[in-house]
């Protein structure tokens, strides 16, 4: 039995944030996250997912509890390039070509220049920007930046990716092929995936499970099992897509009622 | 107008139709403006103490060319050295600013103080602490006036970091030498090269107006002030041109080091 890919628990984070007082950002979170499997996290803003997803890439470090990645603890697997990782904007680095963007994290691990460039052209191929090698980011569009964005995170074959609100900034179209590509990125090299998103089709469309969370303090309030298997455009608008859609919706809303009721209490 | 045109370019800017109109356009004004003037002074018959005429200034350009080109070339020398020593001093101690607190506190006031300080003044000071035959007291003041911009720039260049490329390179466990080198360093470089621009026309007026306290007789502003004094004003006006054509010069000169350095800045966006 191997170990599983992320085991988070009871994780709670608490942010100090001087004459305001402490922000509870998460509290009591338990999480396993299988070998392969692909996990969204989904809640309202300042439900506390993307402190989550930093805590498992070791950006962040929990006030109580355990974060464990691929049986190590979080910091280990970070210094072992364990994971890789894609944010809201592609921070792509603009005095690079698209090709030594891609190589960033390959040539700071010490990988021989001839075969950086070998695995650049091999990402390159797989986001379908080839041709694009030699390019400044300037000149790419948002949707692919934010490919090569993706081609980075995988560069050092990490069996996990940790993305956060990855497509958030792309409009509907490159979104969804966006999606439809991550998915046969994921299946042609088998990486777990968690990935934090406001977006209900984009989770279920892409996840095995949805994780859907709660605000003051962060918690996860349910877990959806999605798994649509194989994907196409056809998915879109397949019965199960929509059902999977409502439960997840309704999952949220219970926590939306609940935070409007607390709101008015205040008030 | 010109030079903060070219100063900020956009990508539109950059498509060839675009490049022809924001060369023609000053030219056009140019033309036109000398043209009103020589106009001007002939109809209304101004006296030449008053306002020489444009063909009168450019009579004495050509009668002095050699004259002009000799002090150019010692203002310029003088405007070189002060900018390259000022610029060096400025990136190191932003350097150094920008890494420690301590010296930040230090330095920053300091130096805000030095640019509120009216250095040009200092000029007959400078010319009494030194020999009145050395050139170090008009370098000096060059060093000093280029000094703040250059200083302020690189200090925000270095801290000025996308919280992104923080994170991305923390996921990679990048030593500290390591981040500096891949993002701050370069990250720093639009911001040098904007002090360094506004530096270098800095330092062709500094070298010129500190030569007007007297030291050496030698330069584009010592010919100015002589010229000046025996009533010889299109002379005068001649070497203020040349002034103007050396301050531009290491303007674009300055413009051209920022392309060739940054090309990623150059190419624009298609």
Excluded at chain 2, 84 to 110: F, H, K, M, V, Y
Excluded at chain 2, 191 to 219: C, D, K, M, N, P
Aim: contains cysteine; positive net charge.
């Amino acid at each position: 039995m191997t170990a599983p890919a992320v085991e988070i628990t009871g994780v709670s984070k608490v942010f100090t944030t001087g004459q305001a007082g402490d922000v509870r950002a998460l509290d009591g979170i338990d999480l396993v996250v299988r070998a392969g499997e692909f996990v969204s996290l989904i809640g309202p803003s300042g439900c506390g997912k993307s402190t989550l997803l930093r805590l498992v890439a070791d950006l962040v470090e929990p006030t109580a509890g355990e974060v464990r990645v691929n049986g190590k603890t979080a910091h280990a697997a970070r210094v072992d390039q364990d994971y890789g990782i894609a944010f809201q904007s592609a921070g792509l680095l603009e005095w690079r070509t698209v090709a030594r963007n891609v190589e960033l994290p390959l040539e700071l691990h010490g990988m021989p220049k001839r075969e950086r460039a070998d695995r650049s052209r091999e990402l390159l191929a797989l986001v379908g920007l080839e041709e694009f090698a030699g390019h400044r980011p300037s000149q790419l569009s948002g949707g692919m930046q934010q490919r090569v964005a993706i081609a980075r995170a995988l560069a050092a074959k990490p069996a996990l990716l940790l993305m956060d609100e990855p497509f958030g900034a792309l409009d509907e179209m490159t979104r969804e092929r966006m999606q439809a590509e991550l998915v046969r990125i994921c299946a042609e090299t088998s990486t777990t995936v968690i990935f934090v998103t406001h977006s209900i089709p984009e989770a279920v469309y892409l996840s095995d499970r949805v994780v859907v969370m709660s605000a003051r303090p962060g918690r996860i309030s349910h877990v959806v099992d999605v798994a649509l298997g194989d994907r196409d455009d056809d998915t879109r608008e397949a019965t199960a897509f929509f059902t999977k859609i409502t439960e997840v919706r309704e999952a949220l809303r219970g926590e939306q009622v609940d935070g409007t009721l607390r709101a008015v209490e205040v008030r | 107008m010109t030079a903060v045109a070219a100063a900020a370019p956009s990508p539109a800017a950059r498509r060839p139709r675009r490049e022809v109109s924001r060369l023609v356009a000053p030219l056009v004004v140019g033309v036109a403006f000398v043209l009103l003037w020589q106009a001007f002074v002939e109809l209304r018959d101004i006296k030449p103490y008053v306002l020489p005429k444009p063909t009168a200034i450019w009579e004495q350009l050509r009668l002095n060319w050699s004259g002009i080109v000799d002090s150019a070339k010692v203002s310029g020398a003088n405007a070189l050295v002060g900018l390259l020593a000022g610029s060096i001093l400025a990136i190191a101690t932003g350097i150094l600013s920008a890494r420690s607190r301590i010296a930040d506190e230090l330095l920053t006031p300091l130096a805000a103080a030095a640019n509120a300080m009216p250095i040009i003044a200092l000029a007959p000071v400078f010319n009494t602490m030194f020999s009145s035959t050395s050139v170090v007291p008009r370098r000096l003041v060059v060093t000093v006036v280029v000094f703040f911009p250059v200083f302020v720039n690189t200090v925000r260049g270095l801290r000025t970091v996308d919280p992104v490329h923080r994170e991305l390179l923390d996921s990679y466990a990048a030593t500290p030498w390591q981040f500096t080198r891949t993002v701050r360093l370069p990250g720093a470089l639009p911001f040098v090269f904007t002090g360094l621009r506004l530096a270098s026309s800095l330092a062709v007026i500094a070298a010129v107006v500190s030569e007007y306290f007297g030291g050496l007789q030698t330069g584009l502003g010592t010919r100015i002030t002589s010229a000046a004094a025996n009533t010889a004003y299109p002379r005068a006006w001649a070497y203020v041109i040349a002034s103007c054509a050396l301050g531009l010069a290491f303007y674009v000169t300055a413009l051209l080091l920022e392309r060739v350095a940054m090309p990623w800045r150059a190419h624009g966006s298609h």
